[in-house]
């Protein structure tokens, strides 16, 4: 089993709508939780981090934690084209420091 | 500020070569990173520095050699590497090694 799933995608959303992200990770001592946004040839973007069960939100984003179910997942609002871009799910295993990133989901955001 | 510097962008190298990558942040963070990224795969972490010292290791090859001159400051030393070590090197750094790390823009390495 990976240590973080996620689904490569491509996602592809009509824009306006919701575009929906998701994510399971395998170690039960983490504690911390990233969203990160790359576009192709860029370095990723810090979009959203999340510590706490339940939903965090900042302006057309929301990231969801459940650590039970051991899953996180990363919804965008009225989705742009300029949204199109890889997504990282990523989870600091047991707050080592180490990074573990997913596979990624590539969202494509449609005119 | 979230900024994290890197130099070169871009570094063309043969594998008989010494080139050293230099990262540089000024955010007061104790924690740095350096990551690997090939071509359409996630990032992958080969070293950990927290306060200045060398904490993870991912069992990174020698001809990588990392270096962390002051807290604010990440070389990586590159020395007689492979056609396979091409790829995207990122910088990364953290107030500790618990918290949020912000990424460079990375070196883009290519070995010849």
């Known amino acids: 089993q990976k240590e973080v799933e996620q689904n490569s995608g491509p996602l592809s959303v009509p824009e306006g709508a919701i575009a929906s992200l998701n994510c399971t990770y395998s170690?039960?001592?983490?504690?911390?939780f990233f969203w990160y946004r790359q576009y192709s040839g860029k370095s990723p973007e810090l979009i959203m981090f999340?510590?706490?069960?339940g939903d965090k939100e900042d302006g057309r984003f929301t990231a969801q934690l459940n650590k039970a179910s051991q899953y996180v997942s990363l919804l965008i609002r009225d989705s742009q084209p300029s949204d199109s871009a890889t997504y990282l799910c990523a989870v600091n295993l047991s707050n080592t420091g180490k990074l573990i990133f997913g596979q990624g989901t590539t969202l494509q955001v449609k005119p | 500020d979230t900024e994290v510097t890197q130099t070169p962008k871009h570094l063309v190298m043969g594998m008989t070569n010494k080139k050293s990558l230099k990262c540089e942040q000024h955010?007061?963070?104790?924690?740095m990173y350096w990551y690997k990224q090939k071509a359409k795969k996630p990032p992958e972490l080969m070293f950990v520095y927290s306060y200045e010292k060398l904490s993870i290791n991912e069992s990174v090859p020698s001809r990588f050699s990392p270096e962390c001159p002051n807290s604010s400051l990440l070389n990586l030393h590159l020395h007689a590497l492979q056609p396979e070590d091409s790829a995207l090197y990122l910088c990364?750094?953290?107030?500790?090694?618990?918290?949020?790390?912000?990424f460079g823009p990375g070196t883009r390495l290519t070995v010849l």
């Open positions: 999340i510590y706490s069960n």
């Open positions: 990364a750094s953290s107030r500790a090694h618990t918290d949020t790390q912000y």
């Open positions: 170690d039960r001592g983490s504690q911390s």
């Open positions: 955010m007061g963070h104790r924690a």
